[in-house]
């Protein structure tokens, strides 16, 4: 029983973490029905430069308080890798928004291999791990379980991100604005939407969190690679289509089953096929509920 | 005016052959004029032809993104690796098995997924060849030889003569490179070849005339995918030692970049993709690190400024063109 609380809150803590990169998928899937296969390098980025401020420039010996210091860290993470966010939507997603589905996803591929790419020559092709106390080893125990502080911040982190984010979406007026842009830009556009800036919008907030979910796996797991991206990446998709894509909550719920599954079979079945476990997901998803739990129809009669 | 028209096409038409011709006797003398190395590099630039060529179907003539396609790949090569060296039966005879084991694959595994659009497509075949990389890994059925593979294939055998030098599987790659295409030529104007081209441009329409779509996206999977296997049996032949590393999501990721770089269903295409795929970057050794780099780039640039490829099939051509006339404002609307 220990080890099923163990396993069930590693699933919750991953999970989160996937949940949060998985909005950025069904945020952008949502406003421009396009995959885009570069938010995993997005997420790798905001890992690595955590890195670069807490290993090379030691930023948090200016701030006395780890958590704050953590905190103040995590938006400038999160606006760096959002100004890339942006450039990349204006660069290699902009010009294509007229051209079809397949020029897009080209597009993306190609985006990702570039950027995977310009992390592996800026900071290098070997392994980068963080070192230890970065957060402080606390931890308690309850019930048999122990619970440590990293976890506590991954958790607290991504909710608080999560609801301010559903906030946003459901309460304020640019909330509306994005939720028009999803359902029709034309629509959206004759009732005064700078359907522009909303796109841009989004690829600010997608990439934001993203890069949060990148640093927070830097610090989890301590050791990140220039192809991490990839793995996350699918994973997080996995979650997004498993909510239903396009669906915002549907990121958050799918995120936590994908985290829970995946930490139950590799405790209960096996580590070695812990990732098959989510790629199975998605592919039954696909072809027995494409909605997804919560979402949209995605596979087209013609 | 139709004397001097005939003159024309007959001009053209000969100077295509003089073209056709002067390639043909390139390809057979090339070993004769440089070193192994690029033999071997010639080599490589053959068989990710055939692997362009089999995803061509795929992708290029009934319009199905497939983005796991190494999976089909693996699959040859790990059905002649280990009936090779379990059974020991000769590589070559294992060409055609490998065919069926990777089309046999592919009806299994499409079958559910057909109705799925465009880019869930790509993704669940992702996520298919993931599965596929992951079960090797693992030694699926003690069978695969985990994560360092399979070694110890044995060189296949050609009229009692053994096949080593990169020379040799030179030539007995790039031998099936014109078979295929010619056979790809053919298979472009057959009721099946014209039935992938009405099905990816308007499947209802297709449905109405009388075509089985569900039916011919099958089969432009398990034709595809067959090709893929043998493939996979030339290179298992060639390297005698497979691992699963080399069938990874880069690998599809190239073989889809082929397709495309060159211009969906158009067979020179495919070779000028694999070109600048597979020579491209051997040529540009120097910038080693960076050309990754380079390449994820251009792959953006080329969507910016010549999304229809490098070398478009006339077909392509024509409806960039038509759609061009059509649609003077192409600014307004949005999707």
Same mark, same amino acid.
């Given at each position: *029983?220990?080890?099923?609380?163990?396993?069930?809150?590693?699933?919750?803590?991953?999970?989160?973490?996937?949940?949060?990169?998985?909005?950025?998928?069904?945020?952008?899937?949502?406003?421009? @029905?396009?995959?885009? #296969?570069?938010?995993?390098?997005?997420?790798?980025?905001?890992?690595?430069?955590?890195?670069?401020?807490?290993?090379?420039?030691?930023?948090?010996?200016?701030?006395?308080?780890?958590?704050?210091?953590?905190?103040?860290?995590?938006?400038?993470?999160?606006?760096?890798?959002?100004?890339?966010?942006?450039? %990349?939507?204006?660069?290699?997603?902009?010009?294509?928004?007229?051209?079809?589905?397949?020029?897009?996803?080209?597009?993306?591929?190609?985006?990702?291999?570039?950027?995977?790419?310009?992390?592996?020559?800026?900071?290098?092709?070997?392994?980068?791990?963080?070192?230890?106390?970065?957060?402080?080893?606390?931890?308690?125990?309850?019930?048999?379980?122990?619970?440590?502080?990293?976890?506590?911040?991954?958790?607290?982190?991504?909710?608080?991100?999560?609801?301010?984010?559903?906030?946003?979406?459901?309460?304020?007026?640019?909330?509306?604005?994005?939720?028009?842009?999803?359902?029709?830009?034309?629509? =959206?556009?004759? *009732?005064?939407? !700078?359907?522009?800036?909303?796109?841009?919008?989004?690829?600010?907030?997608?990439?934001?969190?993203?890069?949060? =979910?990148?640093? *927070?796996?830097?610090? +989890?797991? @301590?050791?990140?690679? #220039?192809?991490?991206?990839?793995?996350?990446?699918?994973?997080?998709?996995?979650?997004?289509?498993?909510?239903?894509?396009?669906?915002?909550?549907?990121?958050?719920?799918?995120? %936590?089953?994908?985290?829970?599954?995946?930490?139950?079979?590799?405790?209960?079945?096996?580590?070695?096929?812990? !990732?098959?476990?989510?790629?199975?997901?998605?592919?039954?998803?696909?072809?027995?509920?494409?909605? $997804?739990?919560?979402?949209?129809?995605?596979?087209?009669?013609? | 005016?139709?004397?001097?028209?005939?003159?024309?096409?007959?001009?053209?038409?000969?100077?295509?052959?003089?073209?056709?011709?002067?390639?043909?006797?390139?390809?057979?003398?090339?070993?004769?004029?440089?070193?192994?190395?690029?033999?071997?590099?010639? #080599?490589?630039?053959?068989?990710?032809?055939?692997?362009?060529?089999?995803?061509?179907?795929?992708? $290029?003539?009934?319009?199905?993104?497939?983005?796991?396609?190494?999976?089909?790949?693996?699959?040859?090569?790990?059905?002649?690796?280990?009936?090779?060296?379990?059974?020991?039966?000769?590589?070559?005879?294992?060409?055609?098995?490998?065919?069926?084991?990777?089309?046999?694959?592919?009806?299994?595994?499409?079958?559910?997924?057909?109705?799925?659009?465009? !880019? +869930?497509?790509?993704?669940?075949?992702?996520?298919?060849?993931?599965?596929?990389?992951?079960?090797?890994?693992?030694?699926?059925?003690?069978?695969?030889?985990?994560?360092?593979?399979?070694?110890?294939?044995?060189?296949?055998?050609?009229?009692?003569?053994?096949?080593?030098?990169?020379?040799?599987?030179?030539?007995?790659?790039?031998?099936?490179?014109?078979?295929?295409?010619?056979?790809?030529?053919?298979?472009? !104007?057959?009721?099946?070849?014209?039935? &992938?081209?009405?099905?990816?441009?308007?499947?209802?329409?297709?449905?109405?005339?009388?075509?089985?779509?569900?039916?011919?996206?099958?089969?432009?999977?398990?034709?595809?995918?067959?090709?893929?296997?043998?493939?996979?049996?030339? +290179?298992?032949?060639?390297?005698?030692?497979?691992?699963?590393?080399?069938?990874?999501? &880069?690998?599809?990721?190239?073989?889809?970049?082929?397709?495309?770089?060159?211009?969906?269903?158009?067979?020179?295409?495919?070779?000028?993709?694999?070109?600048?795929?597979?020579?491209?970057?051997?040529?540009?050794?120097?910038?080693?690190?960076?050309?990754?780099?380079?390449?994820?780039?251009?792959?953006?640039?080329?969507?910016?400024?010549?999304?229809?490829?490098?070398?478009?099939?006339?077909?392509?051509?024509?409806?960039?063109?038509?759609?061009?006339?059509?649609?003077?404002?192409?600014?307004?609307?949005?999707?």
């Amino acid at each position: *029983m220990e080890m099923f609380f163990g396993q069930i809150i590693n699933g919750i803590t991953i999970g989160s973490i996937y949940a949060l990169v998985a909005l950025g998928y069904t945020m952008v899937y949502g406003v421009l @029905r396009m995959i885009n #296969f570069a938010h995993g390098e997005l997420f790798t980025l905001g890992a690595y430069m955590a890195f670069t401020m807490i290993v090379s420039m030691n930023l948090a010996a200016y701030i006395p308080n780890a958590v704050v210091a953590l905190i103040v860290m995590a938006v400038m993470v999160a606006g760096l890798v959002a100004i890339v966010g942006v450039l %990349l939507e204006r660069i290699a997603y902009k010009p294509l928004r007229q051209s079809g589905r397949l020029a897009p996803v080209i597009s993306a591929l190609g985006a990702s291999i570039f950027l995977q790419n310009a992390i592996m020559l800026i900071w290098g092709a070997n392994y980068k791990v963080f070192p230890e106390g970065v957060v402080p080893s606390i931890t308690w125990e309850i019930g048999g379980v122990s619970i440590t502080l990293m976890r506590v911040l991954i958790l607290s982190t991504s909710l608080t991100l999560m609801i301010a984010l559903y906030v946003l979406i459901q309460r304020t007026q640019v909330g509306t604005a994005i939720r028009a842009c999803a359902l029709d830009h034309d629509t =959206a556009r004759l *009732m005064g939407i !700078d359907v522009d800036k909303i796109i841009r919008l989004v690829f600010i907030i997608g990439p934001a969190l993203g890069g949060i =979910a990148g640093m *927070m796996v830097g610090l +989890y797991y @301590r050791q990140i690679g #220039f192809t991490m991206g990839w793995h996350y990446g699918i994973k997080a998709f996995t979650a997004a289509i498993l909510g239903g894509i396009g669906n915002i909550p549907g990121a958050m719920v799918g995120g %936590l089953i994908l985290g829970v599954a995946e930490s139950l079979g590799a405790g209960y079945i096996s580590n070695a096929w812990k !990732d098959a476990i989510a790629f199975l997901i998605l592919i039954l998803i696909l072809i027995l509920r494409p909605t $997804g739990l919560l979402g949209e129809r995605v596979a087209e009669k013609v | 005016m139709k004397p001097l028209w005939h003159k024309l096409t007959e001009m053209i038409g000969r100077t295509q052959k003089v073209w056709y011709v002067a390639l043909l006797i390139l390809v057979l003398v090339f070993p004769g004029m440089t070193t192994s190395y690029w033999t071997d590099v010639a #080599f490589f630039f053959g068989l990710y032809i055939l692997l362009g060529l089999s995803l061509n179907i795929i992708v $290029g003539y009934a319009g199905l993104f497939n983005l796991g396609h190494a999976a089909f790949y693996a699959v040859g090569a790990y059905t002649t690796a280990i009936l090779n060296t379990v059974l020991g039966i000769p590589v070559l005879y294992l060409l055609p098995i490998s065919a069926l084991a990777a089309a046999f694959f592919a009806y299994l595994i499409t079958k559910p997924i057909l109705h799925l659009r465009g !880019d +869930y497509l790509a993704i669940v075949t992702i996520g298919f060849a993931e599965i596929v990389r992951i079960s090797l890994i693992n030694n699926i059925g003690g069978l695969t030889g985990g994560p360092n593979g399979l070694l110890g294939i044995s060189r296949p055998e050609l009229f009692g003569m053994r096949l080593y030098t990169p020379t040799h599987f030179y030539y007995l790659v790039w031998f099936l490179v014109i078979m295929v295409i010619l056979a790809m030529v053919r298979l472009e !104007d057959s009721r099946l070849g014209r039935a &992938w081209n009405y099905v990816r441009e308007d499947e209802l329409a297709a449905e109405a005339m009388g075509i089985d779509a569900t039916r011919t996206k099958m089969l432009a999977f398990v034709v595809g995918s067959a090709l893929a296997g043998v493939a996979g049996n030339i +290179y298992a032949a060639k390297m005698t030692m497979i691992a699963p590393e080399s069938f990874g999501f &880069w690998e599809s990721v190239v073989i889809f970049s082929i397709v495309i770089l060159g211009g969906m269903g158009s067979i020179p295409g495919v070779v000028v993709g694999a070109f600048g795929m597979v020579v491209w970057p051997e040529i540009f050794r120097g910038f080693a690190e960076a050309r990754m780099l380079i390449f994820g780039a251009a792959m953006v640039l080329m969507m910016l400024f010549r999304p229809q490829g490098l070398w478009p099939s006339p077909r392509a051509r024509r409806a960039m063109e038509s759609q061009k006339k059509s649609r003077p404002s192409a600014k307004a609307g949005t999707a």
